[in-house]
Nanobody, 123 residues
Framework: VQLVESGGGLVQVGDSLRLACVASGHEFSSCAIGWFRQTPGKQREFVAATDYSGDVTDFADSVKGRFTISRDNAKKVVYLQINNLGTEDTAFYLC?????????????????WGQGTQVTVSA
């Protein structure tokens, strides 16, 4: 699976963003997709995940209520909607894929990774 993220940028506190993870090259519709974020010197942090259907989702406690995840298997894309951005959301956001139904919250649970997109939130 090849993954390409987009949608990041420089925004202000309180703004919203929608990140996209577009897939190609494999049976995307059978893959679970996770979003992670990373800041310098820290380990990748789980943000959200969705199963192959989009019916089962999981979120980190720190983003519940502000982040939503959805997917369009026909278009081979997974979206991460981020609302009410805060400076603590500044990070490099990456999507990842794995086959199967499990939704790991640890980065080693995923097999394929995109290159990421930077989100910077200014106060």
């Amino acid at each position: 699976v090849q993954l390409v993220e987009s949608g990041g940028g420089l925004v202000q506190v309180g703004d919203s963003l929608r990140l996209a993870c577009v897939a190609s090259g494999h049976e995307f519709s059978s893959c679970a997709i996770g979003w992670f974020r990373q800041t310098p010197g820290k380990q990748r942090e789980f943000v959200a995940a969705t199963d192959y259907s989009g019916d089962v989702t999981d979120f980190a406690d720190s983003v519940k209520g502000r982040f939503t995840i959805s997917r369009d298997n026909a278009k081979k894309v997974v979206y991460l909607q981020i609302n009410n951005l805060g400076t603590e959301d500044t990070a490099f956001y990456l999507c990842a894929a794995r086959e199967g139904e499990h939704l790991p919250t640890f980065h080693m649970g995923y097999s394929w990774w995109g290159q990421g997109t930077q989100v910077t939130v200014s106060a």
